[in-house]
């Protein structure tokens, strides 16, 4: 049975007499969960897909960054999850440009504005995720780029693949920012007794 969005993303007095105390329960149990989202490529479109080595000479540009496309529901996920009781950061490595971090910044607050500053960690190319963790057991990021998972299950996190194939891999993958939360349940960390059969 999926996760019923509507139970979240709708006034929740409105959908189930007790859906107000269901949320405040589960917020209870999430809020010792931080999850982390890279941004390029994951949050927001910096190639599209096979245009890796046309896209890389732009990355250098004033307003490249700032200009980028929210991807595959982002928007309503991330706040879904701040409100089910998740932390939820933002972790994206930056090349060595006068604009990248600023922009990064700005592109946060437009299109993410739930997300505070503090919660914002712009890390350097080539540096491994995992070291920024608060608490790696009780972290999750959700990334694109193989390494970056490697580093982060290693260090003893959960990794979310975001991909755009339907490719078959060894680890929890989400095409569509909103397949967030059934992966969550199949994770055991959302818990199941909140599925639709049982708000209404």
Known sequence: MKFNMSFIAQDVKTIHPDAEEKIRDLFNVNKKVTIYYD??????LWAEKGKDAE?????????FFRNLKPIDDCQTAIPMLQKLGFKVKIISACIDTPYCKKEKLEWIKEHLPSIRSKDVILCNIGENKALYADDIKNSILIDDYGKNIQNWIEAGGIAIKKS???KQRQIPVVRNHMDIFNVLEELGILEKAYQTENVG
């Open 55 to 63: 896209t890389l000479p732009l990355t250098r540009k004033k307003g």
């Open 164 to 166: 755009r194939s339907n």
């Open 39 to 44: 941004m390029d490529n994951t949050i927001c």
